[in-house]
Structures are given as C-alpha cells and as structure tokens.
C-alpha cells in the first residue's frame, strides 16, 4: 500500500477557501486511483471526491459539486482538493485514500473500496 500525508487543514470563515494536500510515496502512484472522504463528529465517513489515474475523469459528492476541484501531479506524487465557498457544515476531518488498480478510468466511491488512506486532516468552517 503506497502512504499517505494529507496537509492544508485549517480554520476559515464561510465563504473562504483552503486547498488540502495528498503526499504519497512509493513509486507506483500513477496506478491508484485517488479519492477525498470527510467524516464530521457523529457521522459516518462520506465521499467528497474521486479523481482517475491520469486525472482526466473527476466526479464529487452532490454537496460539493461546484464548489471543490480534485487534480493530481502524478509526477510529484500529490493529489489536492480545491474547496471554495465552504460552508459550516463542509467542517469535518478530511481523509484521502487510494486503490490500486491495473485498469484506467475507473473510479470509485465508498470507502471499502480503498485500502490505504492518510491521517486525516481537520477543516473548520466557522459562521
């Protein structure tokens, strides 16, 4: 399983913007498929956003489309998750993940479906 650091967490007023960060090492990172997962207090893990191999299909949860952009640099080993406009409720632990897959352009979404993930990263949206 390739490691993962997530990175740019932090505390921002509603309507601002962070841009988190996914380090990953190893030298197989253009064959994992990449995603962003939240998980708020007392709720379960959710999709945010899920990006292919090359980078060239995205898709993201309902709640976020528009807002958040996902992009990988396969050369530097690093997804990102864009997020304009947050909200409050956009307040959760930020997790990225990855699959390892020999196929290209398939994406996938829950969390079973990934086996290494990141140490999570806090973002806070306050009113």
């Known amino acids: 399983q390739v490691q993962l650091v997530e990175s740019g967490g932090g505390l921002v007023q509603a309507g601002g913007s962070l841009r988190l960060s996914c380090a990953a090492s190893g030298r197989a990172f253009s064959n994992y498929v990449m995603a962003w997962f939240r998980q708020a207090p007392g709720k379960e893990r959710e999709f945010v956003a899920a990006i292919s191999r090359s980078g060239g299909t995205t898709d993201y949860a309902d709640s976020v489309k528009g807002r958040f952009t996902m992009s990988r640099d396969n050369a530097k080993n690093t997804v990102y998750l864009q997020m304009n406009s947050l909200k409050p409720e956009d307040t959760a632990v930020y997790y990225c993940?990855?699959?390892?897959?020999?196929?290209?352009?398939?994406?996938?979404?829950?969390?079973?479906?990934?086996?290494?993930w990141g140490q999570g990263t806090q973002v806070t949206v306050s009113s």
């Open positions: 993940a990855g699959r390892f897959t020999y196929s290209s352009g398939n994406l996938y979404y829950t969390s079973a479906d990934f086996g290494s």
